[in-house]
Structures are given as C-alpha cells and as structure tokens.
C-alpha cells in the first residue's frame, strides 16, 4: 500500500471551511450516494442503529431516516463545521416532511474513521459516501468492524487511483510533487477489509466523468468541496500564475466537445460483519448509543 498519508489536522479544516457552500458543487456525491441507497434496496435489513460514518452536509443522513423511520442515526464526521451543517440541514428536511414518521433525533459526534467514538458491536448498519478515501483502509476498516455488530452491514464508497488523472497528468507537465490527492486501488481496499475481519466482501468500480470549461473552473469545485491536495508530501506554498497556465494548457489535451472531463473511478462496496469482538484498549473511552440516548428502562 502507499506509505503516502494524508494529513488529516488538514482535511478537517478544509472540509469545515467547505461547509457552507459544499453542496453547491457536490454532484458526483449525490449521485453516488443515490446509488448506494438504491443497493441498500436489495438488502433484507432493518437496522436499530445507523452509522452515516463523513456525514458532511447530511444529506443521505436525511434520507436514511425517510428509509429507515424507526432506526436510532449517528452523524459523525471528521470536520465539526460539517456536523453542525449536517444538524441544521437535517432540521430543515424535517421541517418540510412532517409527514414523516416520528423518529429519534440523531446523535451528531465530531470523530475520525480511523478511531470511533463509539462502542463495540453497537451499530447495525455503517453508511460511508466518499468517506473513506482519506482514511487509511486497514485502521478504518478494523475500527469499522469493531463497531459492527456480528449480523450488521458496511455499505460504502471510496475513491480509487485513477480519479482525477486528467489533472494529474496535467500538474505533471509542472514539477514532480504529487498536486492531486492519490487514493487507494480496489485491491488494497478488499485486502484491507479481509484484514479486518469483515465477513464476505464485495467491490466493483465505476467511472463517473464531470465536465468543465477550464482547468480553473474544475479547480475552483475541488476547493470548494474540501478536497484539495491533503498529500503529506505537497508542495508548500503559493502557486504561481505561470504553472497554473501551464496546466491549464496541458489539461487542453483532453478537451472533447468542446468541455474538459475529470474523471472520478468510485470503488463500491460492502461487507458484513464478522464474529463478536470484545477489545478494550487502555486509556480509550468508547461511548455506546444507549448512553448517548440516556435510554429509560
């Protein structure tokens, strides 16, 4: 696997200063996160307890609870801006659907993939957009099995390493440092999930291409969705105006009817997990839902 960690002090302000207008630009989050639901629809699962594991601005969040009326929702994501939009968005949602089945409010908790702030086999059903990529699979996927109840479900998607690789190619032309974020390829994913000890794994890939009219204007969205180059070994410092015209004019290669592509290879998949664990690890507190609740007996 890639020694190339992302710095993650980093991604959680970038996606905290994307909050505000992050869904703005959040089209390929939408449609993949559709398509995770319309695959939720094959499975027979009635989940006490969900997990929507980089929540962001909320919206699957509202949603799962339209799917899912009667299941207790965690909100946890990495960015506290993000929470708190997620918590106003949800509010919104609600208020336009009073229709809606009464149901628990959901739990919101600022927290890490790859260290949840949540108990041991307490989750039913883990639901992770676009989420994982900045994590490092094998840490996320064994704190995800550790909080997956034995029968309970991982579903999610991820990006892989031929995302962007137009504007990869492009940045080439300027220096060798790495300018686009490097993800994780769908086999380094499945070994990871085995690793975890998740229980039949499944994964495929797909291509999903955005179109824009400048290199700038692609630009401009990754900036504004939080998801710029968190590499641990970028460059530092400014860009200057000469090397964002030289990517500009190598991006040109790939125009096609008149608009440039970008490229998004999203890894799908899903899991179950495995038997019970029980691991308690020394000066850690891991919260259960029931206390979160405060259930009544």
């Not at 905290?16 to 094959?42: C, F, K, N, P, S």
């Not at 600022?110 to 702030?117: F, H, K, R, T």
Request: hydrophobic share 40%; with cysteine; charged share 25%.
């Amino acid at each position: 696997m890639s020694n190339q960690q992302p710095n993650k002090n980093l991604i959680a302000r970038s996606f905290g200063q994307a909050a505000m207008h992050y869904d703005d630009v959040a089209v390929l989050q939408r449609q993949t996160g559709d398509e995770l639901l319309d695959r939720l629809l094959l499975v027979t699962l009635q989940p006490k307890n969900i997990l929507d594991l980089g929540v962001g601005t909320g919206r699957n969040l509202s949603l799962l609870a339209k799917r899912y009326p009667k299941a207790q929702l965690m909100a946890v994501d990495i960015a506290t801006e993000m929470v708190k939009q997620a918590r106003i968005n949800y509010r919104q949602d609600e208020g336009l659907k009073r229709w809606l089945p009464i149901s628990a409010k959901p739990h919101y908790l600022v927290g890490d993939a790859e260290n949840l702030p949540m108990a041991d086999n307490s989750v039913d059903l883990v639901f992770a957009n676009l989420a994982l990529q900045w994590c490092d699979p094998r840490t996320s996927f064994a704190e995800i099995q550790r909080v997956l109840r034995p029968d309970g479900l991982l579903m999610f998607t991820s990006l892989g390493p031929d995302t962007l690789h137009e504007l990869r190619q492009a940045w080439a032309s300027v220096d060798n440092y790495p300018h686009v974020n490097m993800f994780y390829d769908m086999h380094d994913v499945g070994e990871a999930m085995m690793e975890a000890g998740l229980a039949e794994p499944v994964l495929d890939t797909d291509r999903y291409t955005l179109t824009y009219e400048t290199s700038m204007a692609l630009m401009k969205d990754l900036k504004v969705l939080g998801a710029s180059n968190v590499n641990s070994e970028r460059r530092r410092g400014l860009t200057g105006k000469q090397a964002l015209k030289t990517v500009a004019e190598s991006y040109e290669q790939f125009r096609n009817d008149g608009l440039l592509p970008a490229t998004y290879e999203v890894v799908y998949g899903h899991a179950w997990g495995g038997q019970a664990k029980q691991q308690n690890i020394e000066g850690e507190v891991r919260i259960s839902i029931d206390q979160i609740q405060g259930r009544k007996a």
